[in-house]
């Protein structure tokens, strides 16, 4: 299992990459929605691709009430 | 379909629509590309009857109330059902809540019973508050097998054997507690009575009918008053499909169209505007002999579709497109926020009518909808059979207050007499939205006379509920408002909200302030969050009692001072 700061790492990359901000813009503690410039169904798309490179099965739910990277990142590694 | 002038009460249609289609199906609910679940009419009854007999032998009792806090699925709607079955109030609260906001509606509706899911009921159990939950049956569903579940029990078990009694209502009895979204300080829950339901299913079916084998997306969600009437009642007394999706991914969602031949669904605007960026992607993606030939069918079926909508011609023309929405869908409905014009007519001209409406859940929502003979992207349609409007005090381009008359209209705000005069005045429920008719009787709206901004996914939001948040910024004062309320534009849509703040003497508003703004404002719901800030350079004007003059400060500041005075953040 990789570590929490891999995980997180590669969750800022692949945001970055999916709605092309500059990487170096994003910080762990950012609110995703503000900085990507996405609402809550573009959220869902960023799932979608973090589900696939994770191999990991995340319930809609646990979007809910979650707007920063680090916070979807622990969700994410309580799944790995 | 049954004809609901015969009922007295939602849970005597619904059982008699179970009995009347026992092998047509009711429910499918899907997980990704899994089907979970399918059940049919016979199925569903002999599911929920054991749930609501346990109910009755716990002692829940005719007019006793029942809150679901749940994302769109079966269970949902067997809940619903075992609690009618026993003549209960049903609460259907919004699962996107949190869990003290939960916990504060939980207690204002007195709910006895509470149905909810696993990961809810963990979020409840461990909000401040709890203790002080009152409702005595519990009922979480998909539980893991080693989880605790404090008070509650199963969802799965709690079943008991032999036929519950049929608790018949009245007319007039209250049906369901249905919360407004956001409160402007108190929780506003909307009284419906079993005539509300009754007679607002009638005139919508009657535009647009369902029968065995339409099959309707569920997507929005079932506590509010749209899916609830056309995604469980609707459907169900005409022996139609509900289809349930319990992740909303785009790529699911787009599968469900194909897999299950959707006919019909409701949006709100934000996801119907979604879809319309996603398929002009797509067409900018076409070779240009393959987009010259797609313009000219879009153009064809347009001119030929110009009196009203001919589903059948458009999916011949336009098959590829049809076809991925499943080759059967019939129409779109959307409301609760406002939706562009070029947005509706995009659609249409693609042959798949989307139905613009107009209403609010004190008024079991649908006051207005297009019939779409002949289209119209300008308007929310006209009253629904049985609905009267009119135009109050309307100024010199005829536009007024938008007042309603109807069976449909709420019986009352829980527990708040004082609020209910205000709303219902004379037996015209006072809804607070601008607009006006034009000659062909199709309303248009033009704003709102409250200070509240309605987002693109349909939630209304009190400035209000938004100051909350701010509470502690180091400023002498300061008020939350939406950008309209100050500065009327006189036509919906880029709502936002807006802070007006008072520095102390000799305060400045320095980076580290605006920092300390900014931070807080990040902490709201990306929806809920003010787009900017102004400063003013003078108190703001209160009451003897110290509450702020929101109608007067907002009347000064739009005389005195432009919108371009606000800061954005």
Sequence with gaps: ?80 | MLDLKKYQCLGEALRDALDRWPNEVCLIESDRDRERTRLTYSDFKETALPLARALQDAGFRAGDRAAIIMTNQSKWLISAYAVMLCGGVLVPLDYKLTATEHLALLAHSQAKVLFTEFHLWRAITQAPGFDSLAAETILVTEAPGSAGLVKAFRWEDYRRKGSPEFIPRKRDDWASIVYSSGTGGQPKGCVLTNENYLEQCTALTALYPFWPGVRYLSILPTNHAVDFMVGFIGPFVCGATVVHLRTLRPEFVRDAFVRYRITYLSLVPMVLKNLERGLRSKFDELSRPRRWMLDRLIALNRVLTRGKPRVGMSRLLLSQIHGAFGGSLRAMFVGGAFMEPSTLQFFYDLGVPVSNGYGLTEASTVLTLNDCKPFRSDTVGKPLPGVELRILNPNDDNIGEVAARSKTVMSHYLNNPELTAETIVDGWLLTGDLGRFDEAGHLQLFGRKRNMIVTEGGKNIYPEDIETAFDGLPVKEYSVFSANYIWPKNKLGNESLVMVVRLEQGQEFTSELREDLAARNRRLPDFKRISGYFVVGKDFPRTASMKIKRNQLAEEIGKTMDQTAVVEL
């Design chain 1, 1 to 80: 299992m990789p570590a929490f700061d891999q995980t997180l790492d590669e969750v800022l990359d692949l945001a970055a990459t999916r709605f092309q901000v500059p990487r170096e813009k994003l910080s762990p503690d950012d609110d995703f929605f503000q900085k990507l410039g996405i609402n809550s169904l573009q959220a869902l798309d960023l799932l979608t691709r973090l589900e696939n490179h994770f191999r990991v099965e995340l319930p809609d739910y646990e979007m809910q009430g979650v707007s920063d990277f680090r916070t979807l990142a622990s969700r994410i590694q309580a799944r790995l």
